[in-house]
């Protein structure tokens, strides 16, 4: 009986792999937009927001330009910008005022994808290894970190929902919100030894989040003709309802690596409990 | 604020030292956090507050936590 379920469950991996190697080398050998028009011809840079971002925080456009002689205010047509304005400013090409954020989720958000299923197939590997080891039994926390811990939990696990909610306005994202979380939880099992984390749940939840995100993209490729692009209006920048799926896409990326680490790390702790 | 920085720079320094050359591994893995812990204060000072917080919850947080966790299935050099 188990022989048959492995045989059928190798049969069925084995296909599925033949399926994504065939769409893989296809993608490859596909010449790339023949006939059609390149989209880049269809961009207007002046919305690109982080282009303005860059050149003004990072590189600090004004002194660049002074440096060659040139004034930034006479000589604005030189940054391929639009004026910013927090509050007033709409439409721009992405619209999140983070602007990490933006490159990270709307112009790389495939690159993201992989990072996430990277993280997810780890997590796989360490359940797989150690997860059934038994180690020494820990020492009994003290009543002050039994105490202090149920008290932190909630308002960590609050700044974590903070961090990834907030991910297109204020630094931070997806990846620190949900690293807060599994620290949240990370602390929950260390000071409670009655706290049994549910690993079931955690990885339904974390399936479901990775699956979430992924329909986001078919959404995106059925609505704009492009895996993950932004089919949501982006609003005014600065406002929490803004940037589009940005905001959709990290409280998604926030629930799944909580859920990843966490279960990574109660699978790591949770040696000792058969002891 | 350069004086600050090489003072973080130096805390950051002995702390890996410290990491590298002690003999107790419960030590060297504490070290190790506070390595962390400083190189996100760094990352924060330099205008990078996103790596700041991902390197203060996983560098500090987590991957000490993973340490100790490992750690415990090894002796400790008294008891031997």
Request: include cysteine; proline fraction near 3%; hydrophobic fraction near 50%.
């Amino acid at each position: 009986m188990k022989k048959t379920e492995f045989i059928t469950g190798s049969f069925i991996a084995l296909t599925l792999v033949v399926l994504l190697g065939v769409f893989f080398f296809q993608a490859l050998f596909q010449p790339l937009y023949e006939g059609k028009v390149m989209p880049v011809d269809n961009v207007n840079l002046k919305n690109r927001l982080s282009l303005h971002y860059v050149l003004k925080n990072v590189h600090n456009a004004s002194k660049y330009l002074a440096s060659h002689g040139k004034s930034y205010f006479n000589n604005r047509e030189l940054v391929p910008s639009r004026k910013i304005t927090f509050g007033e400013s709409k439409n721009f090409e992405e619209g999140s005022a983070n602007e990490v954020t933006s490159i990270v989720v709307n112009y790389r958000g495939f690159d993201t994808l992989g990072e996430v299923t990277v993280l997810f197939i780890s997590i796989i590997g360490l359940t797989m290894l150690i997860g059934g080891v038994v180690g020494k039994k820990l020492r009994q926390p003290s009543l002050i970190v039994r105490t202090g811990s149920r008290f932190l939990f909630p308002f960590i696990l609050l700044f974590g929902i903070y961090i990834f909610i907030h991910g297109h306005l204020t630094p931070g994202g997806g990846f620190p919100g949900g690293a807060v979380i599994a620290s949240g939880f990370l602390l929950l099992l260390l000071g409670l030894e009655s706290y049994k984390f549910n690993t079931t749940a955690s990885k339904i939840v974390e399936s479901l989040a990775g699956l979430t995100f992924v329909s986001i993209g078919l959404v995106g490729l059925f609505a704009k003709n492009s895996f993950l692009a932004n089919f949501i209006p982006t609003g005014t920048i600065g406002f929490l309802y803004s940037a589009g799926m940005v905001a959709l896409i990290y409280i998604v990326i926030g629930i799944k690596v909580g859920a990843e680490l966490s279960t990574g790390v109660a699978e790591l702790k949770e040696g000792d409990e058969n002891d | 604020m350069i004086i600050l920085l090489y003072l973080v720079i130096l805390v950051l320094l002995m702390s890996a030292i410290c990491a590298i050359f002690t003999k107790d591994l419960l030590v060297s893995v504490v070290a190790l956090g506070v390595n962390s812990l400083i190189v996100s204060a760094l990352f924060f000072l330099m205008h990078a507050p996103d790596v700041a917080i991902t390197e203060a919850a996983i560098g500090a947080g987590l991957s000490t936590a993973i340490y100790v966790f490992a750690i415990r299935h090894t002796k400790r050099q008294e008891e031997k």
